[in-house]
């Protein structure tokens, strides 16, 4: 049973002493006065081990509001542990221990932290109560903190949050991802059903609309308004992502000694296999032209498609950037977090020291390390990659001294400009600040609509890194060590097509090196 409330209180204490040496107590005549004395506060507290009562007491408050402050901790802690007896037990040791150290009364909050009490041991916690309290000791990167709160908000919540942790089964997890799947279908035929309606609310002859196609036009643009606006569905990939995060939050709940079954690890999801990576080749280059469909989420550029695009970036403050991130397969974030201190293009053997990179945390960029330790290694440089980054350096340190004299001469004029700010990135914005990483998805996209190349995202630059270790003899272990991948598994999974592809190319391009007189031209066989 709970301890009771009343089973304690506060007094006040004198330590003066009569004739006999005894203390006087409540019978010191000058216990009355206020400042006389100091206050005792004094609690029941639940049974040992073995059963045996216990109390706890301590004296010397100056304040009677202080007594009354450590008072009310000790009980909101006593309740934590409800009726189970385990729990108590545990809260009872917890402060008689505090006792006999004189440590201060904690907060209840840290209490049920650290012993798992609370509200877990009256069988009453619901799936998203453990959630928060899970998400508050997380230690993980600001960003995979973000992603990690974005499952719980936006799915596992609205589902399961309202199920008790320790009655979570393999079915609610399952009804979950079903629904989820659904919500995905529903999203993506009202995005259909939006497009098509813009197509007909648009006038898409020339001049302006006769009368009756104006009241037509305007009736379609009215039932375009009222119309959800566009939204995002979530693919295998997304749900994998979900589960991930939720059988995390369950096996910590397990270690916890909190729940014995983790639900999310038995729900069935279909495969997660990663898109592949297919080259822009003419015959799919001429289709997507035609119809304007991407033959996979990663496409990668030829050798060809990619020097057209280097050739229209060289006019770019960025290219040496997408340079590096083509022929050397870095990251986004590593490119733009990457220190002049981490580059070694004199050395022996060229490198640069992928360290730090900077992501986005909502628009904000953060300086962080790299996801993985594998992540975090060295990235030999070839002699071309050498040259482009001493001409940034130069452009670089010249965009400096412009920024610096022009800021010189607007401050004489009384405007308060800044100096160039000195971050110790390889690529800044044009104050020397860090660069944002959408500045680079922004630039990369007008480049390469100005160079007339089929689309690619700016991760599949990176991916191209893996193209041309095939296109220089390279292999899957080659591109793994390229592209920093923790295991070769997915280096296979996403590239092995894209290197049969390549394959096929090779072996043509090796037939056709040999000059032949007579098979050259020749329509049959040849006798």
Not at 37 to 45: N, P
Not at 224 to 239: Q, S, V
Not at 351 to 371: C, F
Not at 496 to 508: K, P, S, V
């Amino acid at each position: 049973m709970p301890v009771s409330r009343r089973a304690g209180g506060i007094s006040k204490r004198c330590e003066c002493r009569g004739p006999d040496g005894k203390r006087l107590g409540s019978k010191c005549p000058q216990l009355s006065r206020r400042s006389h004395g100091s206050h005792r506060l004094s609690q029941e507290l639940p049974p040992d081990a073995e059963g045996g009562r216990r109390r706890f007491q301590r004296t010397g408050y100056a304040k009677a509001s202080d007594a009354q402050t450590d008072l009310d901790r000790m009980r909101a802690i006593l309740d934590l542990a409800g009726d189970d007896e385990d729990g108590l037990r545990r809260v009872g040791d917890l402060l008689a221990d505090l006792q006999k150290t004189r440590a201060p009364v904690p907060e209840p909050t840290e209490v049920s932290r650290k012993l798992g009490v609370g509200v877990p041991l009256d069988g009453k916690m619901t799936v998203g109560e453990w959630l928060d309290r899970w998400m508050a000791t997380k230690k993980t990167r600001p960003t995979t903190n973000n992603g990690y709160a974005s499952h719980i908000r936006v799915h596992i919540k609205p589902h399961i949050g309202h199920l008790r942790l320790d009655r979570l089964g393999v079915g609610h997890v399952q009804e979950m991802f079903d629904a989820i799947a659904d919500e995905s279908d529903v999203i993506r035929a009202e995005n259909e059903a939006r497009r098509e309606q813009e197509v007909s609310a648009k006038w898409s002859r020339p001049g302006r609309p006769p009368v009756v196609e104006r009241e037509r036009l305007a009736a379609e643009r009215a039932r375009l308004a009222e119309m959800k606006p566009y939204r995002r569905t979530n693919g295998p990939a997304t749900r994998h992502a979900i589960r991930r995060t939720l059988r995390a939050a369950l096996n910590k709940a397990i270690a916890a000694q909190l729940i014995t079954f983790n639900a999310a690890a038995h729900v069935e999801l279909g495969s997660s296999a990663r898109p592949k990576g297919l080259l822009w080749t003419d015959e799919r280059v001429a289709r997507w032209r035609e119809t304007g469909q991407k033959p996979s989420p990663v496409m990668v550029w030829t050798p060809a498609q990619l020097g057209q695009f280097l050739d229209e970036a060289e006019s770019s403050r960025l290219y040496a950037l997408f340079h590096l991130i083509a022929h050397h397969g870095l990251r986004r974030g590593e490119g733009v977090g990457a220190d002049w201190a981490n580059v070694h293009l004199d050395a022996a053997q060229p490198r640069l020291d992928v360290l730090t990179e900077i992501v986005v945390d909502g628009w904000t960029p953060v300086q962080t390390v790299p996801k993985t330790d594998s992540s975090m290694s060295s990235v030999m440089l070839d002699r071309g990659t050498v040259l482009v980054l001493k001409e940034h350096r130069a452009r670089q340190l010249a965009e400096r001294e412009a920024w610096n004299e022009q800021a010189e001469r607007e401050r004489a004029a009384g405007k308060k400009v800044p100096a160039w700010t000195d971050t110790g990135k390889i690529f800044t914005a044009e104050d020397g600040a860090w660069l944002h990483p959408d500045a680079v998805s922004k630039e990369f996209r007008r480049l390469a609509e100005a160079a007339g190349v089929p689309p690619i995202n700016l991760r599949d630059l990176r991916h191209g890194a893996a193209a041309l270790v095939k296109a220089g003899g390279g292999d899957v272990h080659d591109a793994k060590v390229k592209l920093r991948h923790s295991t070769i598994t997915l280096t296979s999974d996403t590239y092995m097509e894209l290197f049969t592809e390549y394959e096929q190319e090779l072996t043509e391009r090796a037939a056709a090196a040999v000059p032949r007189a007579r098979r050259g031209g020749a329509k049959g066989p040849v006798e």
